[in-house]
């Protein structure tokens, strides 16, 4: 199957194989890399669900990123010297919400492909290497538990969520991850890492029917039963935001400041979910951005520096902005937000700055389209949640001003709100 988009100029090649594995190649003319990413619908919050003929289970908190970098350890071998020896630069993350394998590369690619899928589709877990990566992910956690930018971030998120398994850390804790035995890392495997719960996107200089061939023969040879799909387990989460406050005392020069609003409504899909982060945006780009008037007071008051900004995450089962930065006097910093903000919902955002703003992100999101590594990974998280990269552009242009203001009214409620502070003991 092929889809067309006019308005963006793409052509996007998909198929899905008999043992569920969905696969999306968009061939770049032009373009000389070529970026695959394999990636599993499995992420830090999946610590509970239905494994095939075991039950329900639940699992230690760490166990999807401890999975993660144990699939590059092979009985013979290493597979970053196999990718670098074919000219690709081999990486893999995990987040809240999925596990992907991804490289990059101008030469080889059908090859690179190949060992891609390989890899991902071969697990080796031994007693010895378990113990091994405890040590290994352990310093990991402790690193980050001295990192203030890491702290403020999860602290926050923290703050907004009683239940929600988004506020552990997505390494787990070391207590944590000394419960992983090499046997519930099969078990995660082999319930997750089915290829009915994975998609392969490849984006770059390829013959898309070609690849197509060469995916197709590859998972043709191994045996793969059909897999009922997966029950996962979420704990219920209370509207209101767990804790208004947070402050953390670690040995910073400058102190750190995030805050933001926890959303009020989790589960959406598609194009609800899409318009939602959109206006989302939208609304946070016209308060916060550096052409904003409040980001300018904050900036001449001396509160800001040029690293201040705002974000959104708006996913299936959780939704959050986060704004924030270094400032020399976070309490006054949030209280001038809080009052202007105040003023800005009685307002509105006029019809000038909505324009302009949504031009701003439609250009940014075509320029953005030039980046492989941008449309392997937004393309997937955008699939897994049901919706589609390529409708942004539709979406965003047919979003109103009402919708934004409505949005805005919805989203920065003072009940939701919380504030993450990391400040040394002299502040």
Excluded at 189 to 209: C, D, K, Q, R
């Amino acid at each position: 199957m092929k889809k067309h988009y006019d308005r963006l100029n793409e052509t996007l090649y998909y198929e899905q194989l008999p043992n569920g594995l969905e696969v999306y190649i968009l061939p770049k003319e032009g373009f000389s890399k070529t970026y695959a990413s394999f990636t599993t619908k499995y992420g830090s919050i999946d610590n509970e669900f239905v494994a095939p003929g075991k039950g329900r289970t639940k699992v230690p908190d760490g166990i999807a990123h401890f999975l993660e970098h144990k699939m590059f350890e092979e009985k013979e071998g290493d597979v970053f010297a196999e990718f670098s020896a074919n000219g690709a630069s081999a990486n893999a993350f995990t987040s809240f919400d999925r596990t992907a394998y991804l490289f990059s590369s101008t030469e080889n690619v059908t090859r690179n492909v190949e060992t891609l899928l390989n890899f991902v589709q071969n697990p080796y877990f031994t007693d010895e290497n378990v113990e091994k990566e405890k040590g290994i992910i352990g310093q990991e956690i402790r690193m980050y538990d001295d990192n203030p930018d890491w702290r403020v971030y999860f602290g926050q998120i923290s703050n907004y969520y009683h239940n929600n398994p988004v506020k552990i850390d997505i390494a787990g804790t070391v207590e944590s991850i000394s419960h992983i035995t090499k046997e519930l890392l099969y078990q995660c495997y082999e319930t997750f890492y089915h290829p009915s719960n994975m998609l392969l996107f490849i984006v770059g200089a390829v013959n898309p029917e070609e690849i197509m061939q060469v995916v197709r023969d590859n998972q043709a040879k191994k045996p793969y039963e059909k897999q009922a799909p997966i029950e996962r387990f979420y704990p219920d989460e209370p509207v209101p935001v767990a804790n208004k406050r947070l402050v953390v005392k670690l040995p910073v020069g400058i102190p750190k400041v995030m805050f933001g609003f926890k959303e009020k409504k989790v589960g959406l899909t598609g194009d609800e979910l899409l318009k939602r982060e959109v206006a989302t945006e939208i609304v946070l780009d016209v308060l916060f951005s550096p052409s904003s008037p409040l980001y300018q007071k904050l900036y001449d008051a001396g509160l800001i520096n040029d690293g201040f900004g705002a974000d959104y995450s708006g996913e299936v089962h959780y939704g959050f902005s986060l704004i924030g930065g270094d400032t020399k006097d976070p309490d006054s910093l949030v209280n001038i937000v809080e009052t202007e903000l105040k003023s800005m919902l009685e307002r509105g955002i006029d019809s000038e700055s909505f324009t302009l703003s949504k031009k701003k992100k439609i250009g940014e999101f075509l320029r953005a389209l030039n980046s492989v590594e941008f449309i392997a990974n937004s393309f997937t998280k955008y699939r897994f949640a049901e919706t589609d990269l390529f409708r942004i552009v539709d979406i965003l242009e047919n979003v109103t001003l009402d919708d934004v203001n409505q949005r805005m009214r919805d989203h920065i409620d003072f009940d939701q709100f919380a504030v993450s502070i990391i400040t040394s003991d002299e502040h």
